[in-house]
């Protein structure tokens, strides 16, 4: 069975950094991109993130760009989002999920609450 | 970037009822169209993958079309369990995706 848990939210001021952790089983890893994906309090769906399989394309969000940054580490089977600089408007639940072959999102994790507040 | 807006935002309907939802996108993304569910307090869930193809385990009731710029995505008769927000998201645009705003279907 497919599964990936993310942790690593929380509470954080304004201009703090967090860092997300994203723990995939059930399929292999090393195999499949990955996406992040954040949801603000009663907004959208906004695409934050992705990474290719082996780390050689990644991309960015203008909104995060040049304050997040998405790794991987496959040995561990593990995806990250390290975050700095965070703003208020950071504030949402962050998903992963991996990227089918035709870029579709087929499986998602739970999610996992960032607050940016002071 | 490729933007992609929905129609409507939101819509009240009955059980049974035919529903459709339409997905545009800022320029031609052939079929690289998905369609997901959102329920509140849960995460996405993937219904239609490359503009037509059902996702396995989601219910023959819910059916997708399109190609180009315009896509459509039908219940062709509403459940309970339909009511959440629907997102449409283009992958041409190789790992980097964009969603469509949202359209809520509410219980009418």
């Known amino acids: 069975e497919v599964q990936l848990v993310e942790s690593g939210g929380g509470l954080v001021k304004p201009g703090g950094s967090l860092r997300l952790s994203c723990a995939a089983s059930g399929f292999t890893f090393s195999s499949y991109s990955m996406n992040w994906v954040r949801q603000a309090p009663g907004k959208g769906l906004e695409w934050v993130s992705s990474?290719?399989?082996?780390?050689?394309?990644?991309y960015y969000a203008d909104s995060v760009k040049g304050r997040f940054t998405i790794s991987r580490d496959n040995a561990k089977n593990s995806l990250y989002l390290q975050m700095n600089s965070l703003r208020a408007e950071d504030t949402a639940v962050y998903y992963c999920?991996?990227?089918?072959?035709?870029?579709?999102?087929?499986?998602w994790g739970q999610g996992t609450l960032v607050t940016v507040s002071s | 970037d490729i933007q992609m807006t929905q129609s409507p935002s939101s819509l009240s309907a009955s059980v049974g009822d035919r529903v459709t939802i339409t997905c545009r996108a800022s320029q031609s993304i052939s079929s690289y169209l998905n369609w997901y569910q959102q329920k509140p307090g849960k995460a996405p869930k993937l219904l239609i993958y490359?503009?037509?193809s059902l996702q396995s385990g989601v219910p023959s009731r819910f059916s997708g079309s399109g190609s180009g710029t315009d896509f459509t995505l039908t219940i062709s008769s509403l459940q309970p369990e339909d009511f959440a927000t629907y997102y449409c998201?283009?992958?041409?645009?190789?790992?980097?995706?964009?969603f469509g705003p949202g359209t809520k279907v509410d219980i009418k």
């Open positions: 998201q283009q992958s041409y645009s190789t790992l980097r995706f964009t």
């Open positions: 990474i290719s399989s082996s780390s050689s394309y990644i």
């Open positions: 999920a991996r990227v089918a072959k035709g870029g579709w999102g087929d499986y």
């Open positions: 490359a503009a037509s």
